[in-house]
């Protein structure tokens, strides 16, 4: 329990006007579903249903892309780079200006702390924006040809986990090097992207250039294997990936996933231990662990593995779990009542293997998804809460002696999207980095984003980078 | 029958084949000496390791000339060979991964000096291979080997071209570097021996990624002694492993190999065939290029092949006092 007793600090809901529903966002409007379903989306803290908003079927799908091709053909893809710029500039500016409304309407629909929708997630959102407006008229020098074209239709996949900014990641790119867009968000988190269709009508983005369509996994497919979309962008788990490359084999379709991971974290017996608990709490704990390239499995040198746990639990300890509006929280709200149940039953699988759990004492709330931030400790390699992405607030515990033994040890997965190295030596930094496989390595720090950083996996955890010049790539065509 | 040519620059002038001298075949001239010289015929095998097996299958099919002539019996690779091709591949990436960018361009380089020396040779396995006239496939010969030079210089520059450092917004040292993905399994194009052989390889290892390489169906035999100069040109061995035989046999197994990283489908003529290869290779998330039909092997390549199979890797760490 913390130790010191906070008043609550809640951040105010007045800023934001969730409608009772929503349209599509087709061809510059809202428009309602042509088949009628619908689904409901509710706030993972309250269980209070927020809003109803459209399943899109077949033919809305349809209508999307035919308004993002018309779009592409007509204006977009014909447009000079300084113009889609500028664009791109007005979109940045006006996330800029809703920030606080947006913050908060992004806690309320996905669960996480409002500190972190408030000083990561939009921030960020804005910042990729005009990072990717400035490149829009130097495609020429960015290291894909000397003229370089858009490649036309790009559909696009997102997330739950951080909705607004894998929606940034993957619109601003794309809308830069001169392409179109029919964008799905996660079925338990649209409300922010269809704000972002209210942001795209402030800015007066041509018609049908952005195009947002909700839905879930079955508007997902039909948007990725629609015939007339001629790029897929996919972040979400290895197995819906494997499915959809499968299904764009034989095409022309240019494809791009960001998948599943399962980093390991490894804290060598030199590393400033303080800082590599922050890290590893950080690497964890951080959106509730629902974090493709979290550093869930903690390695940690032996020979200072007793102290390291001594603090981090008692760091665990202080975390504060409640309420996502909350200025003072630390852990929000799971996102949906089919993660919650994925989370419990790998814990159990955990300790039916023989691992030791450990959490702090943690009161969850009587209604909504929570799950308190959970340790194990006695972990192998061949145990599933070493094997598998669980995507929650658990940290498996392995430990090793030697350097060669925590390299093979952080690469004896399928994955491949990221891993932590801490250690005060440098030489020993650059080293382990070279040999981890891994497509993002954080050295004495975790968890860090920027647009112009690159960030993507080896291995099953992908293909293609986002952020910075090679996020380009993807988007051009060759 | 002409004699072979010495070589300009001084080396002793190149077998040929069995083929030219003891059987017709096109182009050859019919002024044989009647006292011919009983050819010793070259057994062409596997290329694994840095050694030359037999498939472990025992088999072996006929090649033919572009007109039909018989040329030579070549080992026929089967799935254990696929197998044991990858292992020895992944066991190589190490060494080769590890090297120095300089040592990896060195040998390259190594390997355009050796198959200079081979001119004639590949000449003229080339001609009869393809049905080419003697000019055209001096011209794809020429082509290869200045292919290979112009690949070997990118050795220790590709990592300047494609990577950089990022400009983030706060106090840290964020650099992206390229790094080769692993093993990579090529399915070499069918119709152009050499020149597109050379346009395939050579980018998968010159950026430090191993091989497996299956050759062209019909005309198999400019990979063999291409196989045998990479023998003697300090290539270690397992970095490039070639088989011969039947691709439709062969690359399924290789491109639904769990240990494999990326795949060059290239060869795969057939549509319908590089669509089940992609959608086998699907299973591990390979890297997958597509072939491309109207691809010009004569054209300087961009940086594509390359860049497919290198793995952008991005290392933050704070700064500060």
């Excluded at chain 1, 000083?119 to 495609?139: E, M, N, R, S, T």
């Excluded at chain 2, 694994?48 to 037999?54: T, V």
């Excluded at chain 2, 040779?121 to 290869?144: H, I």
């Excluded at chain 2, 300090?234 to 070639?242: F, Y």
Aim: hydrophobic share 40%.
């Amino acid at each position: 329990m913390p130790t010191f007793e906070y008043a609550p600090a809640p951040e105010s809901r007045s800023i934001v006007d969730i409608r009772s529903s929503y349209g599509l966002f087709i061809n510059g409007e809202f428009v309602d579903g042509r088949s009628g379903d619908t689904r409901k989306t509710v706030n993972p803290a309250s269980e209070e249903v927020l809003a109803e908003v459209v399943e899109a079927g077949e033919a809305d799908v349809d209508a999307a892309v035919a308004a993002a091709r018309h779009a592409y053909d007509q204006v977009w893809g014909r447009m000079r780079g300084a113009d889609r710029a500028k664009y791109l500039y007005r979109i940045a500016r006006v996330v800029q200006e809703r920030a606080r409304e947006l913050a908060v309407l992004e806690s309320i629909d996905n669960g996480k702390p409002i500190r972190e929708s408030r000083d990561v997630d939009i921030p960020l959102v804005a910042a990729h924006f005009f990072y990717y407006a400035g490149w829009a008229d130097k495609l020429k020098h960015a290291g894909f040809g000397e003229n370089p074209r858009p490649i036309g239709v790009a559909g696009q996949v997102i997330p739950w986990n951080f909705p607004l900014l894998m929606l940034a990641w993957k619109i601003a790119p794309a809308l830069a090097a001169g392409n179109t867009v029919v964008l799905k968000p996660a079925e338990t988190t649209p409300l922010t992207a269809l704000a972002f269709a209210e942001i795209c009508q402030q800015a007066e983005l041509p018609p049908g250039a952005v195009n947002i369509i909700t839905g879930g996994g079955e508007t997902g497919r039909l948007l990725v294997e629609h015939p007339d979309v001629d790029k897929v962008a996919f972040t979400g788990s290895t197995e819906v990936g494997r499915a959809i490359a499968k299904s764009v084999a034989g095409s022309q379709k240019r494809l791009t996933l960001e998948l599943g991971g399962k980093a390991a974290n490894i804290v060598f017996d030199d590393a400033a231990i303080d800082q590599a608990v922050e890290g590893i709490v950080n690497g964890i704990f951080f959106n509730q662990g629902h974090v493709c390239c979290a550093g869930s499995r903690l390695l940690v040198q032996e020979s200072i593995a007793e102290p390291l746990l001594d603090r981090l639990k008692r760091r665990m300890a202080l975390l504060r779990l409640g309420d996502p509006l909350d200025k003072n929280t630390d852990i929000g709200a799971i996102n949906s009542a089919a993660q919650l149940e994925r989370i419990r039953e790998l814990s159990s699988a955990g300790e039916a293997e023989g691992a030791d759990r450990w959490s702090p004492p943690c009161e969850l709330p009587a209604r909504g998804f929570w799950f308190a931030p959970t340790l194990f400790t006695g972990v192998s390699q061949a145990h599933r809460i070493a094997r598998e992405e669980i995507f929650g607030p658990v940290l498996s515990v392995l430990t090793f002696r030697t350097p060669a033994e925590a390299v093979e040890k952080a690469n004896n997965t399928p994955y491949g999207l990221s891993a932590g190295v801490w250690t005060e030596k440098g030489s020993r930094i650059l080293a382990i980095a070279d040999q981890l496989r891994a497509g993002v390595v954080w050295a004495n720090t975790f968890n860090k984003f920027d647009p112009a950083s690159p960030f993507g996996g080896y291995k099953e955890s992908g293909y293609g980078r986002e952020g910075g010049r090679h996020g380009l790539e993807a988007y051009l065509a060759h | 029958m002409h004699p072979p040519k010495a070589d300009p620059q001084g080396a002793p002038p190149p077998v040929h084949p069995p083929k030219a001298q003891s059987r017709p075949s096109a182009g050859a001239d019919s002024s044989t000496p009647a006292a011919s010289r009983l050819a010793v015929r070259k057994t062409y095998k596997l290329f694994i390791g840095g050694a030359f097996p037999r498939s472990e299958s025992g088999r072996s099919y006929v090649v033919s000339s572009a007109e039909g002539e018989f040329l030579a019996n070549a080992a026929q690779a089967s799935r254990k060979d696929v197998r044991d091709a990858v292992k020895v591949a992944r066991g190589a990436v190490a060494a080769w991964a590890g090297a120095t960018a300089y040592n990896r361009g060195q040998v390259l380089y190594r390997i355009a000096e050796m198959l200079e020396g081979r001119r004639a040779q590949f000449v003229d396995e080339v001609r009869v291979g393809e049905g080419l006239g003697k000019s055209a496939a001096e011209s794809a010969v020429n082509a290869a080997i200045d292919r290979w030079v112009w690949y070997a210089g990118w050795s220790d520059k590709i990592a300047q071209v494609y990577g950089n450092a990022n400009p983030v917004a706060g106090p840290y040292f964020n650099l992206t570097s390229p790094e080769p993905t692993g093993v990579v399994g090529v399915l070499a194009p069918q119709d152009s021996s050499l020149l597109g052989l050379v346009s395939v390889l050579a980018p998968v290892i010159v950026t430090g990624n191993t091989c497996v390489v299956l050759a062209s169906d019909a005309r198999p035999l400019p990979a063999i002694t291409l196989a045998e100069v990479l023998a003697t040109s300090d290539l270690p061995g397992g970095v490039v492993n070639l088989l011969t035989g039947q691709v439709a046999e062969t690359a399924p197994w290789l491109a639904g190999h769990m240990d494999v990283n990326a795949i060059d489908l290239t060869g795969a003529s057939d549509p319908g065939f590089a669509t089940d290869l992609e959608v086998a290779a699907a299973e591990n998330l390979k890297r997958v290029v597509r072939p491309d039909h109207s691809e010009d092997w004569t054209a300087e390549p961009g940086l594509d092949r390359m860049l497919a199979f290198l793995e952008p890797k991005t290392v933050w760490h704070p700064k500060g006092i």
